[in-house]
């Protein structure tokens, strides 16, 4: 089936079965054909029910089978047990899609999971694309096609608009519907995807994007459960110049739990989660009401880089700005104090402007400073983005305060938000029908601008030649799942282009020779964390030394772990450094390969100092993460302290990150990898751990 006919069928059917129709109207199953019907719908609806000849006026049929064709979208809400019935009756009669609302199957654990799994199997197999189970349906507002159990479809009146949206959550689904409603912003497609057994969030969206009439896509997650069909819809749309904006929920540990590096403990869902939003042109908010109120505030602009995040404050109620902008402080963002030539430039109009970073007119004062101030800052080039308050007239007269105040500084080119302090509803109306972004609270004002000034371009990853990966292939060829001995990975690791020490792999303690300064490791692939179960010696001078440190480790090990395979010592030269840091690849089952840079050593895992990116990064992109932990920062010559070779770091990254074409690694780290001082001093990887799969 192709997109364009999966989106005829899911959103413009011609023909709508309701298996398990139910004629009483204090039951949900009676309520889509009602809602279908105050809609007016101009299909044919075929409600299915064996028990019924006829529901609701209309004709019943005892299965879908039986009913006349062609059926385009079949409404399944009947019990579990009986799905998948319905299901085989669908495949027979050729329905290309159908929206499960029954619940009882992977959300409720393993049973119900084996029965979605055979729903799925028995529709992919007879061509049948599903939208759920545990889903309330979805919307096609703008055709007037509302295809869903939700009742408050049923309870608020459907106000087409050019929001598009997808939720994981059928309640949200309706939740947003109302508070858009309330708010004069109407919707062109709504979707609730449930379990996401076979149709997910992803290829929903793929679909939005190329819908005329939606301009903007608004996504209510908990989990990815379709991330790379998700990627390419964000690329579509921004190619297509529509904003993609998502609130998620659902910071789980499952990562943290099975993994075996710092790295894993270290990075959480909900890092991954910023990291594939920030890569994909994905604006992020934090609050319900921002995903509402946002998409004004960017439609019809474009992505910056994420790097210049400068705000321009214009106010006539200090406390109602100081809000927002002590918010946008604590977020990164810069609230700018006004150039000395932009004031100057005023005062000849009139508008006295202080060096504050804060620019307050009283609203009761000389008519028109304040939209020749707003009108100034839309202009000038020292700002990104505009933030404009507006007082308790707001409320009192909305339509004069909003045209005087804001509408009379004319069109600007960069976005502009509108906050009222009073509950003005009245004046945000006039703001919406101007095309101008305004927004109910200092929190979601701060949030949406935060997420339109850190709001990047899809990043596209760079491809990793294949002559570069022959020699790590050839390293793993017939290597089966587990965990690589340290000697293993660093192998690894030098196959990758990265530094590592010499190593000797002793058997015997007797076998080491060697002068200077040395570190003695146990070398087991199943002891991940060696430091803190004692099997490290450093700073070990001469021969006699190390060989004793070697058998007493050899002992310990054998003492603390007795099923441990043991592959002997490990020896290796002690190295001298500027700084440690950690260096960890995953490959996220959510998400994907990602690449993690951090402060390393054994308080890796305390300090929680880290930056992370989807794998594969280039070099550019390696120094734009070096530059993100401020402990680095002190490596580029800051007050002339002695500079680490961040450059060879940079390299590092990008060649580590290269894992990401290693499908069998799953999970990888260097810690630490120690910075070395000069500008050609390099970096050296001193303890090495990967996890095939």
Not at 44 to 51: E, M
Not at 406 to 415: E, N, Q, T, V
Not at 585 to 591: A, I, M
Not at 619 to 645: C, Q, S, T
Request: glycine letters at 12%; hydrophobic letters at 45%.
């Amino acid at each position: 089936m192709t997109r364009a006919s999966l989106a005829e069928a899911l959103f413009h059917p011609r023909s709508i079965a309701l298996i398990g129709a139910s004629p009483d109207p204090a039951k949900t199953n009676s309520r889509p054909q009602r809602i279908l019907a105050k809609a007016g719908y101009a299909g044919r609806i075929l409600p299915i029910n064996p028990s019924r000849s006829e529901i609701g006026g209309l004709p019943a049929y005892p299965s879908v089978r039986e009913a006349p064709g062609p059926v385009d979208h079949a409404l399944i809400m009947v019990p579990a047990a009986a799905v998948l019935g319905a299901i085989e009756d669908c495949v027979a009669a050729g329905v290309p899609a159908a929206t499960i609302y029954s619940a009882g199957f992977a959300e409720i654990g393993e049973e119900g999971r084996a029965l979605q799994d055979r729903i799925v199997g028995i529709a992919r197999a007879g061509g049948l694309r599903l939208v759920g189970p545990n889903c309330l349906g979805l919307l096609n507002v703008t055709d007037a096609i509302p295809i869903t159990v939700n009742a408050a479809v049923e309870a608020e009146p459907l106000l087409p608009g050019w929001l598009g949206m997808v939720s994981q959550s059928g309640s949200m689904m309706g939740a947003l519907l109302s508070r858009c409603a309330a708010r004069g912003l109407g919707f062109s497609k709504l979707t609730s995807v449930g379990n996401e057994c076979d149709l997910g969030v992803g290829e929903i969206a793929e679909i939005l994007v190329e819908d005329e009439a939606t301009k903007a896509i608004l996504l209510f997650l908990e989990t990815f459960r379709d991330a790379e069909a998700l990627a390419r819809a964000a690329h579509r749309a921004h190619a297509l110049g529509k904003p993609v904006i998502a609130y998620k929920l659902g910071r789980s540990e499952l990562g943290r739990r099975i993994a075996v590096s710092h790295t894993g403990a270290m990075v959480g869902g909900d890092e991954l989660a910023a990291a594939f939003f920030r890569d994909h042109g994905i604006l992020r908010v934090e609050t319900l009401e921002a995903l509402v109120e946002l998409p004004r505030l960017v439609l019809g602009h474009r992505p910056g880089t994420g790097a210049r995040r400068r705000v321009a404050a214009l106010t006539g109620t200090g406390g109602g700005a100081g809000m927002i902008v002590d918010r946008l402080g604590l977020l990164g963002d810069e609230v700018l104090v006004p150039p000395e030539d932009f004031r100057a430039a005023l005062a000849t109009e009139g508008v006295p402007v202080s060096d504050s970073p804060l620019i307050d007119l009283p609203m009761g004062g000389t008519k028109g400073q304040y939209p020749a101030a707003l009108r100034a800052l839309l202009r000038s080039d020292h700002c990104d983005a505009v933030l404009a308050v507006l007082g308790s007239t707001a409320r009192l007269r909305p339509e004069s305060h909003v045209e005087e105040f804001i509408l009379a500084a004319g069109p600007g080119a960069k976005p502009l938000a509108v906050f009222c302090a009073p509950q003005a509803d009245g004046a945000l109306a006039v703001l919406d029908r101007a095309g101008i972004a305004g927004f109910r609270t200092p929190e979601s004002c701060a949030d949406a601008l935060h997420a339109t000034l850190a709001w990047e371009a899809p990043r596209r990853r760079p491809p990793v030649p294949a002559q570069a990966m022959e020699g790590p292939r050839a390293l793993l060829a017939g290597r089966a799942a587990g965990v690589l001995d340290e000697a293993e990975s660093c192998a690894l690791f030098a196959a990758l282009g990265l530094p590592v020490p010499p190593l000797q792999v002793l058997q015997s303690p007797d076998e080491f020779t060697g002068e200077g300064r040395f570190a003695v490791k146990i070398l087991s692939p199943d002891i991940a964390h060696k430091t803190d179960a004692g099997l490290v010696r450093l700073g070990l001078e001469g021969e006699a030394a190390v060989r004793a440190a070697a058998a007493g480790l050899l002992e310990r090990a054998r003492s603390r772990f007795p099923a441990a395979r043991l592959r002997g010592v490990l020896a290796a030269p002690m190295q001298q450094g500027l700084a440690e840091v950690i260096l960890g690849f995953r490959r996220d089952p959510e998400v994907g390969p990602v690449v993690v840079l951090g402060m390393g050593g054994v308080m890796a895992e305390l300090r929680r100092s880290f930056t992370l990116r989807l794998a594969a990064v280039t070099v550019a992109e390696a120094g734009e993460m070096i530059g993100v932990l401020p402990e680095l920062k002190p490596l580029a010559g800051w007050r002339n302290l002695p500079r680490g070779d961040l450059g060879a770091l940079a390299h590092a990254v990008a060649a580590f990150s290269t894992l990401a074409a290693l499908p069998e690694v799953q999970e990888a780290e260097i810690n630490p990898l120690m910075i070395r001082a000069g500008a050609e001093g390099g970096v050296v990887a001193l303890d090495g751990l990967v996890r095939l799969g």
